[in-house]
């Protein structure tokens, strides 16, 4: 089984930068789409960003957050800049083990494993 492990989470001022990365299991890691989400209590999980052939963010995060990653390691890793207090969340890394198109990249239900997550939350 996969396993994601999740690390980098913490308090941050409001507009502050924060690095996660998510250490993964498996020789199929490069294959896999890996996406990071949010969830902040009482809400669904949120998508970010995933990383595939390309890279695809979403609207509220595209221009501050960045995923990339470094396949010798079996990391993927989120940048985050300008971190905003309503970004306060568990962050999640994801993995589906084929190829999402980009009309159904960002539905939560479609990744097959999860990581247990890494609290972010950000002060005003």
């Known amino acids: 089984q996969v396993q994601l492990v999740e690390s980098g989470g913490g308090l941050v001022q409001a507009g502050g930068s924060l690095r996660l990365s998510c250490l993964t299991s498996g020789r199929t890691f490069s294959s896999y789409t890996m996406a990071w989400f949010r969830r902040a209590p009482g809400k669904d999980h949120e998508f970010m960003s995933a990383s595939s052939w390309s890279t695809c963010d979403a609207d509220s995060v595209k221009g501050r957050f960045t995923i990339s990653r470094v396949h010798a390691k079996n990391t993927v890793y989120l940048q985050m800049y300008s971190l905003k207090p309503e970004g306060t969340a568990g962050y999640y890394c994801?993995?589906?083990?084929?190829?999402?198109?980009?009309?159904?990249?960002?539905?939560?239900?479609?990744?097959?494993?999860w990581g247990q997550g890494t609290q972010v939350t950000v002060s005003s």
């Open positions: 994801a993995a589906a083990a084929k190829s999402l198109r980009r009309t159904s990249i960002a539905a939560a239900s479609l990744y097959d494993y």
